[in-house]
């Protein structure tokens, strides 16, 4: 039987007010709001702005401390540090990955985010228990969001022996991207990890996100073989890199025919919009056709205490720290945290556009830039019902 109902009075990206009949979850018909009385069926959106869902591109819910007593920050001051003083701190943990990454899980949908992309840690110590964990949070919300997940090697590639073989079998597992780190830094070793990362995705038809924290020359030199990688394995628009800050700290000169390239194979990068390093300078990149998505990266747990999760928080950051002020600047932030989200994660079924899946949100505001300054408590709604308002979700699944 055929669901149908009414979204009355929306204005689609602050445009004119009009009507959405949504079919079965997805948009079906369009019309200019009219004055006649609700049906019973009908949901009045109260000339309130509607846009697409949110969307997080990067995210580690495995390794959150999110819901539990406040724990006082002790890492060291370099990346192997963090990563040694995490260990531990996972290691003292009592909580469960369940009831940690659920309840940040729930407050992120509770906020507008119906797709994320999840990193997961792999490692000879712990093996697959992080990725089988996740795999069962993304079962029990999978009415609710679109989780993707990408094997994460945090300790090392080729300097943790075993652990190839543990990003093989979560390649048999399902997961649907291979993931690496700091081919340089971490594993001193580049050719040797890029090798395995992309071997792994052309054999399983998988996508790669690769963290680069490497600075400077060193890491746009990475840039530059990520992008020869992806050619040589046919992974045109299957690729991200996040972070990048190196893009953020050498003479545009010298990083716009690195920028030209990522566009030209459709590489993607996710930045969280840090305030302690370089970042890729966003509007450039945007305007050499580079796409640039936002992603949480950690939030509350041994690398940081901060973060909630709202990606329209994190656009109103990325506007911060570029300084954008304009409306077509702040609609670039917002698309950053939506479309161009979207985009990198390869999502078919996103879009105001019809026979789309009605995943919206509605906003008390004029403008997608109010939207980003005011980041206002908003209506979630999936497959065209309301499944969150005011930042609560209307049924708890903890």
């Known amino acids: 039987m055929t669901q149908r109902h009414w979204l009355r009075n929306v204005r689609p990206y602050g445009a004119p007010a009009e009507d959405l009949l949504i079919e079965n979850g997805v948009l079906s018909q369009r019309r200019p709001a009219c004055d006649t009385p609700l049906a019973a069926s009908d949901v009045d959106g109260h000339n309130q702005m509607l846009t697409c869902a949110l969307v997080e591109s990067h995210v580690h819910l495995d390794k959150t401390l999110y819901g539990q007593p406040w724990r006082p ?15 531990r701190v996972l290691r003292e943990v009592q909580a469960p990955i ?9 407050n992120c949908i509770a906020r507008g985010s119906l797709t994320m992309r999840c990193h997961v840690d792999i490692d000879p110590e712990f093996g697959l228990r992080h990725v089988e964990a996740m795999q069962q949070l993304r079962e029990r919300y999978r009415d ?7 094997v994460f090697p945090q ?10 073989e543990l990003m093989r079998e979560a390649m048999l597992l399902g997961v649907e991207n291979v993931g690496g780190l700091d081919p340089c830094g971490i594993d001193n070793d580049p050719v040797a990890q890029l090798d395995i990362v992309f071997r792994l995705a052309a054999e399983f038809g998988r996508g790669v996100d690769i963290h680069l924290h490497d600075k400077g020359e060193l890491g746009v030199w990475q840039v530059a073989l990520i992008a020869d990688y992806t050619e040589r394995f046919g992974l045109q628009n299957r690729v991200m890199i996040s972070h990048a800050y190196c893009l953020g700290m050498l003479p545009w000169a010298q990083v716009k025919p690195v ?8 590489i993607s990068l996710m930045s969280s919009a840090p305030a302690d390093c370089a970042v890729p300078p966003f509007l450039a990149l945007r305007e050499t056709g580079v796409n640039v998505c936002l992603g949480s990266d950690g939030i509350r747990d041994a690398w940081s205490p901060m973060g909630n999760g709202d990606m329209l928080e994190r656009a109103m950051l990325l506007a911060f720290r570029f300084d954008l002020g304009k409306d077509e600047e702040l609609a670039a932030a917002f698309d ?5 989200g979207a985009q990198a994660l ?8 019809m026979g789309r899946r009605a995943d919206f949100l509605l906003m008390p505001v004029e403008t997608l830039g109010e939207a980003v ?9 999936r497959g065209g019902e309301l499944i969150a308002s005011g930042g609560r979700l209307l049924s708890s699944r903890l």
Request: no cysteine; charged share 20%; net charge neutral.
């Open 73 to 87: 920050n002790s890492a060291g001051p370099t990346l192997k540090d963090y990563i040694s003083n995490e260990r």
């Open 98 to 106: 369940a009831e940690r990454a659920g309840a940040l899980l729930e």
């Open 144 to 150: 609710l969001i679109d989780l993707q997940l990408v």
């Open 155 to 164: 300790t090392g590639l080729i300097s943790r022996p075993g652990t190839a």
């Open 259 to 266: 920028a030209q390239r990522l566009a030209a194979l459709g």
């Open 336 to 340: 950053a945290a939506t479309v161009n």
């Open 346 to 353: 390869g999502l078919e079924d996103y879009g105001f556009a």
């Open 373 to 381: 300054v005011s980041r206002p408590l908003r209506q979630v709604y």
